[in-house]
């Protein structure tokens, strides 16, 4: 009897320990994206746009707290084209946080809104990388905070057994090592050449009768000519210095809205 007592008493705290590990951060995800929709449509009745967000953030509310890593991919250009096309005739507002990812879905939602009809923003909080940067560009007008940053917008070519760089790396080693360079590395030469002239069209298409010639050479030389690390941050005066319509006031609305994403990593404490 004392047995059998003692196996359902470790069977009530293991069941209690799953549904605890699995319940619970499904319910504090439920109760933030609540307070993020409460906060989307507070905007939306303030700016009398639709508010879209793109938001890549490791959060700790997974099975078990594992965080799961995201950026730009097809589901994400499903989803946004979604929401441009709800939009009707009415502005769009994009919050945009994102390290990138693929080409295809971010080049997808820069021509959705580069398309829309009325007026598109986008609002840069803290970062928008690479493809994060491309859906900005595709804006009529891009906001950031003072300290937020945008990033170069060069192709990364490569493959999984010797990893992506940038294409102008590529060309660069090919040059540097002439005949003596491997086929492969040839081959990624070409898919190399190719991928900036489509990055260099595909810019020009977004930048199309927003900007003159002499901002535009700007532009590619700082997001696309190859002399910046892919990483390299571009502050907002450096924005504007490239000619690209930028303001630097962010409204209070969207600082709480990124607010409601729990960080994986919390060492950071201060006095609200």
């Not at 993020?36 to 700790?60: D, F, N, P, Q």
């Not at 790396?169 to 990624?188: L, Q």
């Not at 969207?254 to 609200?272: D, G, P, Q």
Request: charge should be negative; charged fraction near 25%; glycine fraction near 6%.
């Amino acid at each position: 009897m004392d047995n059998m007592n003692t196996l359902d008493l470790l069977t009530f705290f293991f069941i209690a320990f799953v549904l605890y590990a699995v319940l619970l951060p499904q319910f504090q995800l439920w109760n933030l994206r609540r307070s993020r929709i409460g906060l989307i449509k507070e905007m939306e009745r303030a700016w009398g746009s639709k508010v879209l967000t793109m938001v890549h953030k490791k959060e700790a509310i997974s099975l078990l707290g594992l965080p799961i890593y995201q950026f730009i991919d097809v589901e994400d250009a499903e989803e946004l084209l979604r929401g441009i096309r709800s939009a009707g005739s009415r502005p769009i507002d994009v919050i945009v946080h994102s390290p990138g990812g693929q080409l295809l879905p971010s080049i997808q939602i820069a021509r959705a809104l580069r398309n829309h009809p009325e007026k598109t923003r986008a609002i840069i909080p803290h970062y928008a990388m690479s493809g994060g940067t491309i859906v900005a560009l595709a804006c009529d007008e891009i906001v950031m905070d003072p300290d937020a940053v945008i990033g170069p917008i060069d192709p990364q070519v490569g493959d999984f057994i010797r990893g992506s760089y940038p294409a102008h790396s590529w060309i660069y080693a090919t040059e540097m090592k002439g005949k003596n360079a491997d086929d492969t590395s040839f081959v990624m030469r070409h898919i190399s050449e190719k991928a900036l002239r489509m990055m260099n069209g595909h810019l020009r298409e977004l930048m199309e009768d927003r900007v003159d010639e002499e901002s535009f050479e700007k532009i590619e030389k700082m997001l696309l000519g190859g002399e910046n690390v892919h990483s390299l941050p571009i502050s907002s005066s450096e924005a504007m210095g490239m000619g690209l319509s930028v303001t630097t006031e962010v409204p209070p609305q969207v600082h709480r809205y990124m607010s409601t994403f729990r960080a994986v990593k919390s060492s950071i404490e201060y006095l609200k």
